[in-house]
């Protein structure tokens, strides 16, 4: 079993920057990518950005320039840099760990989520 938890939510004012982290623990072997989504009420989950094993690095064309994607690979720990926030942005936000079991089987797990508001 493997828990991801969210953390760094919150409300800001437009134009201001906010420091999403999530944590996966847990019978974890091995993590290939750490991704961050979100979803707006009404709407599909979109994929915000993306980091890999390799420190690979995928961003959607909304966020470039002003999101930054890093990982901890030592604390299984991702984290997602929001500067320049835009009302927009308000929604929730999710973390996605995909790897490996202990047990070799597939890993594909998601957070609760963490709540984004812009607002002033």
């Known amino acids: 079993q493997v828990q991801v938890v969210e953390s760094g939510g919150g409300l800001v004012q437009p134009g201001g920057s906010l420091r999403l982290s999530c944590a996966a623990s847990g019978s974890i072997f091995r993590i290939y990518a750490m991704n961050w989504y979100r979803q707006a009420p009404g709407k599909q989950r979109e994929l915000v950005a993306a980091?890999?094993?390799?420190?690979?690095?995928n961003y959607a064309d909304s966020v470039k320039g002003r999101v930054t994607i890093s990982r901890d690979d030592a604390k299984d720990t991702v984290y997602l840099q929001m500067n320049s926030l835009k009302p927009e942005s308000t929604t929730v936000y999710y973390c996605?760990?995909?790897?490996?079991?202990?047990?070799?089987?597939?890993?594909?797990?998601w957070g609760q989520g963490a709540q984004v508001t812009v607002s002033s």
């Open positions: 980091v890999t094993s390799g420190d690979s690095t």
């Open positions: 996605n760990t995909r790897g490996m079991f202990q047990n070799r089987r597939n890993l594909d797990s």
